[in-house]
């Protein structure tokens, strides 16, 4: 049996244990009642695969229109309301009639804003992920130098929020917060369109901060718009919000492959090939470190004793001729 220090055996096996994050959310997206088609929306998922159509029936409201296929690569939009969808963008001045790139739906900010009041409250009930929350973000940890009154808020449906904060909370040191209802046509809201600093997903989800006022954010017709007022410093190059955004485009929830096109087998393969190389590595390093260590240890030893035997000749020697000369 080969015994390998108790290092090596943990490097083992956090090499041969496939990675897993504590919090892996996922809810179902069903789009059909005919034949009961779904699809999973999955935090920390790589999405892609291949795009779906939703089947043909009545009762839902957006029948016929693709979703999915996106990947978490083409994640980010800009500053402007439309933006980030990675396919579909046939008409630049509305968001109407567009597909689902990511499997949810985009915000609506009221006033039909960009066509977008066919993803309104009125069909909260259907909505993917639930109704659209807010949830502000607020640090007391210590561990950012933050300015004074430094926060955000996110938007999107319920559970992509609520499952994004958790991750936020654990990675990002946030104070932990329960989202509240998002009505973008309250007088009292406390994010409005122009405190965005960031649309994801298609624009179905955001980061806002009440620092920030985009004055072109209502007069923009093109959802292609690169117009924007320049981001503060004090947010651009803030640590807190450099967290915020890295955590949301490494784990807010997107749709996952479709059933019966999953990558999972090539990339187990490649995976159980990467770890078998990287164990085989790791063990004959181990066992070339080991030879040499008791090969060193084996001649200085060696040296040491031969040493010894010519000090004692030595000493012998001159005995000798002490008594062959008085």
Request: aromatic letters at 14%; hydrophobic letters at 40%.
């Amino acid at each position: 049996m080969l015994f390998l220090p108790l290092g090596v055996y943990t490097l083992l096996l956090h090499i041969l244990v496939p990675p897993a994050h504590a919090n892996s959310p996922l809810f179902f997206v069903t789009t059909a009642l005919v034949n009961f088609d779904a699809r999973i929306v999955q935090g920390w998922s790589g999405g892609g695969g291949e795009r779906w159509s939703i089947t043909n029936d009545s009762n839902y409201p957006f029948s016929g229109r693709e979703f999915g296929a996106a990947d978490r690569w083409t994640l980010k939009g800009s500053q402007t309301f439309g933006s980030g969808y990675p396919y579909g963008n046939v008409d630049n001045t509305t968001i109407a009639g567009r597909p689902f790139p990511y499997g949810l739906w985009p915000l609506y900010w009221g006033n039909n804003m960009m066509g977008s009041g066919e993803y309104g409250p009125a069909l909260d009930g259907v909505r993917p992920g639930g109704q659209l929350v807010t949830i502000p973000l607020k640090t007391e940890d210590g561990t950012y130098n933050i300015t004074e009154g430094e926060m955000y808020h996110i938007i999107g449906d319920r559970d992509s929020a609520t499952y994004m904060m958790i991750s936020l909370v654990r990675s990002c040191h946030v104070s932990p917060a329960w989202p509240v209802k998002f009505d973008p046509t309250s007088p009292i809201s406390t994010v409005k369109m122009e405190d965005v600093i960031q649309y994801y997903r298609a624009s179905s989800f955001a980061l806002a901060s009440p620092r920030y006022n985009n004055s072109f954010a209502r007069s923009s017709t093109n959802t292609e718009s690169t117009e924007s007022t320049p981001i503060p410093d004090t947010i651009r190059y803030s640590e807190f919000h450099k967290c915020l955004d890295d955590v949301i485009m490494n784990a807010l929830a997107i749709m996952n492959w479709a059933p019966g096109y999953s990558p999972t087998p090539v990339a187990d393969a490649i995976w159980v090939a990467f770890s078998l190389l990287t164990c085989a590595i790791i063990i004959v390093l181990w066992f070339v470190h080991t030879v040499r260590f008791h090969w060193r240890n084996f001649k200085r030893k060696r040296r040491a004793a031969k040493r010894r035997k010519a000090e004692m000749i030595a000493a012998r020697n001159r005995s000798l001729m002490y008594e062959m000369y008085p």
